[in-house]
């Protein structure tokens, strides 16, 4: 299974997604309560060297969760949709304690952290909607032997 596709369906998994009637990658909505994952690229934090040569290398993938929520003019909406976006991070920081986060990297990887952090209001609309967004960095360690 891809990378990608472990992270969706590990994202699934969050008690709170059922709110959301759709979830995309690299595509978001305009209906309220939609959202979109978006992958910002591998980061290669370390990299060892046995004296065997074989390699074992600290990743990181880093994405954007990004989602839709309804609100009314006069705020309506606002602290549901907060406190959605802090469940979130709070199931992400325990996912990660408890060794169940999503498996990245395939054969020879070795569980790593994940982390949700600036969760935050980036834009309110005027057709009634708000858009929050969440930082999710998963880090792993890969081995690669010779």
Not at 11 to 33: C, H, I, K, N, Q
Not at 69 to 85: C, H, I, M, S
Not at 103 to 132: F, H, I, P, V
């Amino acid at each position: 299974m891809a990378m990608l596709e472990r992270v969706r369906e590990w994202l699934e998994t969050y008690p709170g997604m059922a709110r959301l009637s759709g979830f995309e990658v690299d595509e978001l909505g305009t209906a309220a309560d939609c959202g979109g994952l978006f992958p910002q690229g591998l980061t290669e934090v370390e990299r060892r060297e046995d004296i065997l040569g074989n390699v074992e290398v600290l990743n990181e993938y880093r994405f954007s969760l990004r989602c839709v929520f309804g609100r009314t003019p006069d705020g309506g909406g606002a602290e549901a949709n907060a406190q959605w976006v802090l469940a979130f991070q709070d199931w992400v920081q325990e996912q990660s304690a408890r060794g169940t986060a999503a498996q990245l990297g395939g054969e020879g990887t070795q569980q790593g952290t994940a982390r949700a952090e600036k969760g935050a209001l980036s834009q309110n609309s005027e057709d009634g909607t708000a858009t929050y967004e969440v930082a999710l960095t998963i880090k792993f360690k890969k081995r690669y032997e010779v």
